[in-house]
């Protein structure tokens, strides 16, 4: 089957199925070109939880898929590629988290979305790299612990100087792999040019940056800017759409290893088998799903702008 028969394929199994298909700004160019949606972590749970199709295929990393299954429990929810997980996610353990959590009571542990359901079940409250700030702002007490991003955390701590921020010493592989000195020299190379970058980035990198956001956060302070040249610091899946829809400006990648392994498995093929046989479904057991669900709700609570 070549490309062309492949996507037809997708698209006539996505009715058949009463499907949703969302896809993460990290996945191929394929994928997202065919996705109903695509997205940041947190506006890809909201259209997972609002949605009224019967399926939602995920063509993200596992915890992603989890999360709209714990939103949307009675719908099918489908992730292609099984073995797609995130590294940083499983940086933090329920049990691990369980016994901190015993050491500090009363403290708030403030979970960030990339992070197993059975870690958020034992979270007080999720947050995305779109929200942290805000859910931090708005969780009661002078000490949080944030967990499992410590570079998250770092840049929330800095936003948020009027509580005392502490962190799990988790990192995102891929974010890590950007050296401050590929950034000095994209800068030096493109006089004018603008460096935006994710919160995952550790904070050697982010101190250089003019603007620090989530992945949708990109797409939209790209199309504002006066900027003509952006320099990215965040995976290179996010070039796809910036391109597209800024095609008067350039993006620059200062480093070739912004890939992230896990959220580049997912193929077309992959997609189509997963339609064809439906087999692939994540389903978070009920008594992980309701504490994790009531995490993600008071996450999801929090005023947006
Ligand atoms: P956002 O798309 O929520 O900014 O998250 C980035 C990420 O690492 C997802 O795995
Ligand atoms: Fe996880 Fe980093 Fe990949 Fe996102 S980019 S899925 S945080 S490893």
Redesign the pocket.
């Known amino acids: 089957m070549n490309k062309e028969e492949m996507v037809k394929e997708i698209r006539c199994l996505l009715k058949e199925r009463n499907a949703l298909l969302l896809a ?1 700004n ?1 996945q191929r160019d394929e994928i997202q070109e065919i996705a109903d949606i695509t997205g940041d972590s947190l506006g890809l749970s909201i259209e997972a939880a609002n949605t009224d199709k019967d399926v939602v295929v995920f063509c ?2 596992h915890f992603m898929a989890e999360s709209a299954s714990i939103l949307s429990p009675d719908k099918t929810v489908i992730l292609p590629r099984m073995d797609a997980g ?4 499983d940086m933090v353990d329920a049990e691990a988290l369980a016994e901190k959590k015993k050491e500090i009571p009363g403290v708030p542990i403030v979970t960030y979305v ?1 992070s197993t359901a059975d870690v958020k079940a034992i979270s007080d409250i999720c947050c995305t790299s779109a929200n942290a700030v805000k859910v931090v702002r708005s969780v009661d007490g002078d000490t949080v612990l944030m967990t499992p ?1 410590k570079n998250l955390a770092q840049y929330v701590a800095k936003q948020v100087p009027e509580k005392n921020v502490t962190w799990w010493e988790g990192f ?4 890590h792999l950007l050296m401050p000195e590929e950034v000095i020299k994209a800068k030096e190379d493109n006089p004018g040019a603008l460096f935006m970058a994710h919160p ?1 980035c550790a904070p050697e990198i982010l101190e250089h940056a003019d603007h620090i956001c989530s992945t949708s956060g990109m797409y939209e302070f790209a199309k504002k800017t006066d900027a003509k040249k952006i320099i990215i610091g965040t ?1 290179m899946g996010i070039l796809y759409r910036l391109r597209k829809e800024n095609p008067d400006k350039e993006f620059i990648l200062p480093s070739d290893c912004l890939i ?4 580049k498995l997912t193929t077309l093929e992959d997609l189509l088998e997963s339609l064809q046989t439906m087999e692939n479904v994540v389903k978070v057991p009920e008594e992980i799903r309701l504490p994790a669900k009531a995490a993600l709700d008071r996450m999801l609570a929090v005023p947006r702008d």
């Open positions: 993460h990290y993200g990393v995130c590294p940083m996610a990339n991003d995102c592989p891929t974010h995952e995976e992230c392994p896990n959220m």
